[in-house]
């Protein structure tokens, strides 16, 4: 990931926040999911009503993990320590060398970086979680990164770690370096918004454990998860120019943040992989961009992807519609056309990547199936 688009994102995280903030106690999601979100035991995608023509449906629906639990790919992992890793730091790559992983905080943005500790087995080595971290197991870590994911590096040192595992989305960087001042081992790695990122998260973080047999585990359980969940949606989504348009809309009510996600936000990782054309990315947009109502309009989008508390936050449908008239001219306005699901699910890329496509392709081909 660009040192530019970290910085994008940490920009838009924190307007978000503070966004959130002023719409109550209750506004900020918590990640978590209820247990019955959604039914433990589904029917595969290919036994769904799917419909006809999903560009027609009318109506909103929302997207919800089967489990939001976290499976580790091996119960007990085997360790080799010392391990000499590369570290990404800002200016550079770092040689690094881990002798101890008794205590670890694994931070960024979207959580990805506690997940595949916890998929790779060393869960119990987590003393610290950022906040975008909260599958079932986490709830009672100490949270070290607060309102824009700014981390409180008292609060880290005082965890006493071995390690701290990041990737430079939150930060400021030069803070989480300073940790190596006190003794703290620190390594940066690299985190891209892609499937084929999230594979390789999984090595790198092995990697600093020692544990690479793990890494190859993990890595090769979200290559195929991802690869078969893929498979499956394409027999239910139509192809050719009867595909979606779609676009992924950021949202932040108060602080009057509208973002459209184009490529290398992961959004377009995300679209393509839903059997979607991701209409942002076909116009040429990178990153993440201010929504302007000119662009949005000539995108008219068929179904529009957002984050459940993202769309809390500007009233729902309705307000959103109201606040943006623009959005109500595109074909997903007219139809109210909007999937949401839970912000710190929906990009996140890693152990749980095909759960989120599966969860997704249900609400899109398939919101009034009856068992979804």
Not at 72 to 86: C, R
Not at 349 to 364: E, K, M, Q, Y
Request: aromatic share 4%.
């Amino acid at each position: 990931m660009s040192a530019r688009l970290r910085a994008t994102i940490a920009a838009i995280a924190l307007a978000g926040v503070f966004a959130l903030a002023a719409c109550g106690p209750d506004a900020e999601g918590s990640g978590e999911q209820s247990a019955d979100a959604a039914p433990a035991d589904l029917p595969p995608l290919s036994e769904l009503d799917v419909l006809d023509d999903p560009r027609d449906h009318v109506g909103e629906s929302t997207a919800a993990l089967q489990d939001v639990a976290i499976s580790p790919v091996v119960d007990d992992p085997q360790q080799s320590l010392p391990a000499t890793v590369t570290s990404h730091d800002a200016n550079g790559e770092v040689a690094v060398e881990v002798t101890d992983t008794s205590r670890v905080v694994a931070i960024d943005l979207a959580g990805s970086l506690a997940a595949t500790v916890w998929g790779l087995g060393f869960g119990d080595t987590l003393v610290g979680r950022d906040q975008a971290t909260t599958f079932p197991g986490t709830q009672d870590l100490e949270q070290v990164t607060s309102g824009g994911h700014t981390v409180n590096a008292e609060a880290v040192i005082a965890l006493e770690p071995d390690v701290v595992i990041t990737d430079g989305t939150v930060g400021p960087v030069d803070v989480v370096e300073q940790l190596r001042d006190v003794g703290i081992t620190v390594v940066f790695v690299e985190n891209e918004p892609s499937f084929d990122g999230a594979a390789s998260l999984a090595e790198q973080v092995a990697a600093v454990f020692g544990a690479p047999e793990a890494g190859d585990l993990l890595a090769e359980s979200i290559r195929t998860g991802v690869d078969e969940t893929i498979a499956d949606i394409a027999e239910i989504a139509p192809s050719g120019d009867e595909r979606l348009r779609v676009v992924f809309l950021y949202l932040r009510g108060s602080a009057g943040v509208y973002y459209l996600f184009g490529s290398e936000s992961g959004a377009d990782q995300l679209i393509d992989a839903l059997g979607g054309i991701d209409v942002v990315s076909e116009l040429g947009w990178e990153g993440m961009q201010p929504m302007t109502d000119e662009a949005l309009v000539a995108a008219d989008p068929d179904l529009i992807l957002v984050m459940s508390d993202g769309i809390e936050s500007v009233g729902g449908v309705e307000g959103l519609l109201a606040e943006k008239p623009a959005v109500a001219l595109t074909t997903a306005g007219e139809n109210r056309r909007f999937v949401d699901m839970d912000d710190g699910t929906i990009l996140s890329f890693g152990p749980r990547s095909s759960l989120v496509l599966d969860a997704l392709a249900r609400a899109i081909y398939a919101p009034e199936d009856d068992a979804g």
